[in-house]
């Protein structure tokens, strides 16, 4: 079946560590896309590939890093530098262009700073 | 004032009931509007999506779109239980990278 793995699905950071979570699609989407989701806020978009090498930043982008070598994976690093790291974050695809028609989403990775 | 406005409830109502759930939103160029359902716990999953105005029907949801009062609601008939979820509206508009913009999402509670 088609679809996007995230893991971790939990995971438990010191402060000061980076950490480095994982989206895998089989869908084919060209693009790929992370969120964060906080109680109360939404979603909100951190960095986003239309293409392979190739990336955006998002509306809250500083304190993360991301890679795109591959179609198929898009992962999310949450580094030192970001002061509130604790959420729930989602990774997406969509076909280039389609965002308009509606992600698909995985199951997500909750990170908690300890 | 943020770009889409959703209630985050609860909204509580009994089994069987019609559920409506609304957005309004400030951006007039928004075109393509969607509604997600999340579960607990998971990511959410497209339930519907529409373009410009108009009603959109599936099943026991009903998507309506009134671009002139920027305002979209989604109806449940026949509501269940397992219908309890948060659901999240969101729209983008023509051009560029279409990449939407979520509300808040309404916390449905449907109690037997």
């Known amino acids: 079946d088609g679809g996007i793995t995230q893991s971790p699905k939990y995971l438990f950071r010191k402060e000061g560590q980076n950490v480095t979570l994982s989206c895998e699609q089989n869908?084919?989407?060209?693009?790929m896309y992370w969120y964060r989701q906080d109680p109360g806020q939404g979603l909100r978009l951190i960095y986003y590939?239309?293409?392979?090498?190739?990336?955006q930043k998002g509306d809250i982008a500083e304190g993360y890093s991301v890679s795109r070598e591959k179609k198929e994976s898009f992962p999310l690093t949450v580094t030192s530098a970001q002061k509130n790291p604790t959420a729930f974050y989602l990774c997406?695809?969509?076909?280039?262009?389609?965002?308009?028609?509606?992600?698909?989403f995985g199951s997500g990775t909750r990170l908690t700073v300890v | 004032q943020k770009e889409v406005e959703q209630d985050p409830g609860p909204l509580s109502v009994p089994e069987g009931a019609i559920v409506s759930l609304n957005c309004t939103y400030s951006?007039?160029?928004?075109?393509?509007f969607m509604w997600y359902r999340q579960y607990s716990r998971k990511g959410p999953e497209l339930l519907m999506y529409?373009?410009?105005?108009g009603n959109k029907e599936d099943g026991r949801f009903t998507a309506q779109v009134d671009k002139s009062s920027k305002y979209i609601s989604l109806f449940i008939r026949d509501s269940q239980p397992s219908d309890s979820a948060t659901y999240l509206c969101?729209?983008?508009?023509?051009?560029?990278?279409?990449?939407?913009?979520f509300g808040r999402g309404t916390s449905l509670i449907v109690h037997p």
């Open positions: 997406a695809s969509s076909m280039k262009g389609l965002a308009n028609y509606g992600y698909t």
């Open positions: 869908l084919n989407h060209d693009a």
């Open positions: 590939s239309q293409i392979v090498n190739d990336f």
């Open positions: 951006n007039s160029a928004f075109q393509y």
């Open positions: 529409t373009y410009s105005s």
């Open positions: 969101a729209m983008s508009a023509s051009g560029g990278s279409y990449i939407p913009t």
